[in-house]
């Protein structure tokens, strides 16, 4: 992100990112967002780089280059090299007054399907908390009548509400959650057929419910 020259190795840092503005103008919802970037050691200390020591086990409430949120970008131009990176929301203002040039990500938000909203969505907004992010997507509603939603909240797994939007983390690389399964019969006899349900599930959970086994593993460690 940002490299003076693609042959510099690059560092995994992250920038801490606000999602929200309240009606009183306090930013909330923090997020750490991870990338790599080989900017200049400078550049790194001026927009706020906080380095990731230990990648097999990076920080609680940090995401590995989430689709959504993103931090804001900085760029500057210098007489002999033009740097570019993500910057930390609270530098903002110093960075400008330094001569940065900030822009906002150009990506939208996710669309927020709940009933309320979106009342013939085919689909649902969930998400599970997993090392700090609500890690959130789109479930097929059907999916979700196949579930039960008695079973949904013994993997933990919530649907969003509006209050939720500002905090969910969409297509981050890592943190990922486990996932579990569950196979169900359909029918009797020779028109007996069954299939496999399969979703995110929150690993802080007491005890899957019952017939529902883990078919894959968390991912944790930033590569």
Known sequence: MGSQTKYNKKDLVYVPIKIATTTDGVEAGAVNYAFYTNVPTSAK???????????????????????????????????????????????????????????RPRITKPPLHIPTLRPNSFIQTVYVTFRGIKYAWQLPKVT????????????????????????????????????????????????????????????STSALPTGWTESKAPIIAFN
């Open 45 to 103: 200390t001026a927009l706020g780089h906080v380095a990731i020591a230990t990648p097999e086990n990076p920080p609680l409430n940090t995401v590995l280059a989430s689709n959504f949120p993103k931090p804001r970008r900085a760029s500057k131009r210098e007489p002999l090299r033009y740097t570019s990176s993500f910057c930390s929301t609270a530098l903002s203002t110093q960075l400008k007054i330094a001569g940065w040039r900030i822009t």
């Open 144 to 203: 979700i009548t196949n579930v039960t939603q008695a079973v949904l909240d013994g993997l933990g797994v919530k649907l969003a509400v509006p209050g939720d939007f500002d905090e969910l983390c969409f297509g981050g690389n890592s943190p990922k959650p486990p996932k579990a399964s569950v196979t169900i019969g359909e029918g009797a006899g020779e028109l007996l057929t069954s299939k496999t349900l399969s979703t995110f599930y929150d690993p």
